[in-house]
Nanobody, 133 residues
Framework: EVQLVDTGGGLVQAGESLRLSCVAS????????IAWFRQAPGKRRLGVTC????????YYADSVKGRFTISADRAKNTVHLQMDNLKPEDTAVYYC??????????????????????????WGQGTQVTVSS
């Protein structure tokens, strides 16, 4: 059984940073795409970044590009999301997600500039990120 535990959310001011972590178990890390989705009140859940377990290739939505960095610690089956220069519009519940195969992150049809196109099967419980102005 695939299990994901995501942690690290909190309340920060605009311009500050947060680091989220996702510990994955029950899967072969190298076969999966691991992503971070976020959902703001009244809006749909959107995948804003992912990393391929196959080769560490990454994707970023335009809204977070240059401010967010996703990385993987393979020895610990953990994916981190470093969020810098946070803005009030980044306020949302952030969810770690996993999907087989890894091409859900890097396939030519996997994303648009806005976000990931396809749903993922496995989810963490979510962690709240609140950015005050």
């Amino acid at each position: 059984e695939v299990q994901l535990v995501d942690t690290g959310g909190g309340l920060v001011q605009a311009g500050e940073s947060l680091r989220l972590s996702c510990v994955a178990s029950g899967l072969r890390f190298e076969d999966y795409s691991i992503a971070w989705f976020r959902q703001a009140p009244g809006k749909r859940r959107l995948g804003v970044t992912c990393i391929s377990g196959h080769d560490n290739s990454t994707y970023y939505a335009d809204s977070v590009k240059g401010r967010f960095t996703i990385s993987a610690d393979r020895a610990k089956n953990t994916v981190h999301l470093q969020m810098d220069n946070l803005k009030p519009e980044d306020t949302a519940v952030y969810y770690c997600a996993a999907q087989w195969p890894y091409t859900y992150c890097t396939g030519s049809d996997a994303y648009t500039s806005e976000g990931l196109k396809y749903a993922y099967d496995h989810w963490g419980q979510g962690t709240q990120v609140t950015v005050s102005s």
